[in-house]
Structure formats: structure tokens, C-alpha cells
């Protein structure tokens, strides 16, 4: 994986251009945009103080506070890896996300499959990863993602949020926080172009919400419980019920207690 043509130290770091937005509908959006009519550029972060039309994953809405939250986008250049090692990306941006976060709350973060961001049972961040694809190597990846910081009321349609101020009780400058989390991104993305992306997994598991414990999930409308073992390089969550299963990203739905 690591055999590829671009000069890790040629590309700028992660947050090197950081473009503040007053308002839009999505930064994810606005960043395809960019890449679309061929503006986009490695490292540039699209920060919104408020999103019209955020987005979640599966297609749900991201609601959040105006100037509350860290709500952004980054373009990648992710040219050197294959589609088949995608959700390596996911697993080192997940982390990157894990260690901010940690730097701030010392206890109780976890990783929930695929890419929620967990303060032991609440939801305080998520993900959103979409790609750009040519044949079997990607092109660019905007990698979007929302943190919970200073807000304590929160959108009804929204079961389980937490954010750092409710958990620590202290109100943060969302800027300089924004900045932080964009120094840990480039730091993993960094040690993913180096070739570590085995490693990489290997800690996204160990870090990973419920890890070796029971849960429950949904498919096709029916709910049963299982052991989560972990999640494969495909990105696949690997369970046993009896037997040994894996399930694919929107196969499979989390029913939260």
C-alpha cells in the first residue's frame, strides 16, 4: 500500500489553508464542489459556523448550533490507495478524531463502527467520508466531520448527544479547537501514507465501542443480539451469533438500548 508516487513531505499539512464560512448548506457539498470544477487542493479545510443542509451518514441530516460546534471538511489527496483499502482511511481518521478528543476528556471516548464518535454511551462527534473514484484507485476523499463542543440543547430527531461542554462543564473556543483536531488528522493520514494501515485497524479495534461485548442490531426489521468481535480491513462488522458473521456498512442497523 505504501508504494505509491506522491512525496508525503511535498503535501501540505492538513489545515495549512483553513477557509472559514459564515453559512452553507454542507461542507462536504461545497468541497465536492471544489473538486468538481477542479479547484480542489490537498489539505484545504472548509470550516462552517452553520450548515443549512448538514449531512449525516445514511443519508441523515447533521443538525447543529450556530458557532456551537466544529463543523468541516478537508480534501485529500488519496491517489496512492486502492478502493479495496478504503475504509483504512476511515479507520485513521476515526482515530485522528479519537486522539482530539482524548486530548480534551481523559476518559470514557470509543469508536462506534463506522464512524461515530462516542463519550461512553452518548454520540459527541461524527464522520461523514466521501470519495472520489477512477478505475480501482481513488482520486480525492473529503473527509467531513462534526464535534459536539459548546451546545447543550439539542434537535429532537437526535436519540443520544453529548458534547464537551456538557461533560466537562467548560466552554471552548471552537477555532483554536478546530485548528487542534486538523493537527491529529494529518498526523494519522501521515502514518496511513507511511504504509502503517494493518497497524492502523489494529487500534481502530482496540478502541472501538463496545469491543467484544453483546449488542444488538437490525436486519431486514429484525432485531437480534450478538458478540461485536470487531471490524475487518473491509470495513465489515465481524460478530458472533452462534457462528462467526460479518455485515456491511447499511446491511446492518445498531438498535441502541
Same mark, same amino acid.
Given at each position: 500500500?505504501?508504494?505509491?508516487? /506522491?512525496?508525503? *513531505?511535498?503535501?501540505?499539512?492538513?489545515?495549512?489553508?483553513? !477557509?472559514?464560512? $459564515?453559512? @452553507?448548506?454542507?461542507?462536504? %457539498?461545497?468541497?465536492?464542489?471544489?473538486?468538481?470544477?477542479?479547484?480542489?487542493?490537498?489539505?484545504?479545510?472548509?470550516?462552517?459556523?452553520?450548515?443549512?443542509?448538514?449531512?449525516?451518514?445514511?443519508?441523515?441530516?447533521?443538525?447543529?448550533?450556530?458557532?456551537?460546534?466544529?463543523?468541516?471538511?478537508?480534501?485529500?489527496?488519496?491517489?496512492?490507495?486502492?478502493?479495496?483499502?478504503?475504509?483504512?482511511?476511515?479507520?485513521?481518521?476515526?482515530?485522528?478524531?479519537?486522539?482530539?478528543?482524548?486530548?480534551?476528556?481523559?476518559?470514557?471516548?470509543?469508536?462506534?463502527?463506522?464512524?461515530?464518535?462516542?463519550?461512553?454511551?452518548?454520540?459527541?462527534?461524527?464522520?461523514? /467520508?466521501?470519495? *472520489?473514484?477512477?478505475?480501482?484507485?481513488?482520486?480525492?476523499? !473529503?473527509?467531513? $466531520?462534526? @464535534?459536539?463542543?459548546?451546545? %447543550?440543547?439539542?434537535?429532537?430527531?437526535?436519540?443520544?448527544?453529548?458534547?464537551?461542554?456538557?461533560?466537562?462543564?467548560?466552554?471552548?473556543?471552537?477555532?483554536?479547537?478546530?485548528?487542534?483536531?486538523?493537527?491529529?488528522?494529518?498526523?494519522?493520514?501521515?502514518?496511513?501514507?507511511?504504509?502503517?494501515?494493518?497497524?492502523?485497524?489494529?487500534?481502530?479495534?482496540?478502541?472501538?465501542?463496545?469491543?467484544?461485548?453483546?449488542?444488538?442490531?437490525?436486519?431486514?426489521?429484525?432485531?437480534?443480539?450478538?458478540?461485536?468481535?470487531?471490524?475487518?480491513?473491509?470495513?465489515?462488522?465481524?460478530?458472533?451469533?452462534?457462528?462467526?458473521?460479518?455485515?456491511?456498512?447499511?446491511?446492518?442497523?445498531?438498535?441502541?438500548?
Amino acid at each position: 500500500m505504501s508504494t505509491h508516487n /506522491i512525496d508525503i *513531505n511535498s503535501l501540505p499539512p492538513i489545515g495549512n489553508t483553513f !477557509i472559514e464560512l $459564515i453559512s @452553507i448548506d454542507s461542507t462536504n %457539498t461545497y468541497a465536492m464542489q471544489q473538486i468538481k470544477t477542479k479547484l480542489a487542493e490537498h489539505g484545504v479545510v472548509y470550516f462552517a459556523y452553520t450548515q443549512t443542509n448538514g449531512r449525516g451518514s445514511r443519508g441523515k441530516a447533521w443538525h447543529s448550533q450556530t458557532g456551537s460546534n466544529i463543523m468541516l471538511s478537508t480534501i485529500l489527496n488519496t491517489s496512492w490507495l486502492s478502493v479495496n483499502k478504503q475504509f483504512y482511511l476511515s479507520a485513521a481518521m476515526g482515530l485522528a478524531t479519537y486522539d482530539f478528543l482524548k486530548s480534551q476528556v481523559k476518559e470514557g471516548i470509543s469508536i462506534k463502527w463506522t464512524n461515530d464518535i462516542y463519550y461512553i454511551n452518548k454520540k459527541i462527534g461524527g464522520i461523514l /467520508i466521501e470519495n *472520489n473514484i477512477r478505475g480501482n484507485k481513488l482520486q480525492w476523499s !473529503i473527509v467531513g $466531520i462534526g @464535534i459536539n463542543i459548546n451546545q %447543550t440543547a439539542f434537535h429532537e430527531s437526535i436519540p443520544n448527544p453529548t458534547s464537551l461542554t456538557l461533560i466537562t462543564n467548560k466552554k471552548y473556543k471552537i477555532l483554536s479547537l478546530a485548528h487542534k483536531l486538523c493537527e491529529h488528522l494529518d498526523i494519522r493520514f501521515k502514518q496511513l501514507m507511511n504504509g502503517n494501515g494493518e497497524e492502523i485497524m489494529k487500534e481502530y479495534n482496540q478502541k472501538l465501542y463496545k469491543q467484544g461485548q453483546k449488542i444488538k442490531l437490525k436486519k431486514n426489521g429484525i432485531v437480534f443480539s450478538c458478540t461485536l468481535n470487531g471490524v475487518t480491513d473491509e470495513g465489515h462488522l465481524a460478530v458472533k451469533n452462534g457462528k462467526e458473521e460479518s455485515f456491511d456498512f447499511g446491511e446492518v442497523e445498531w438498535v441502541l438500548d
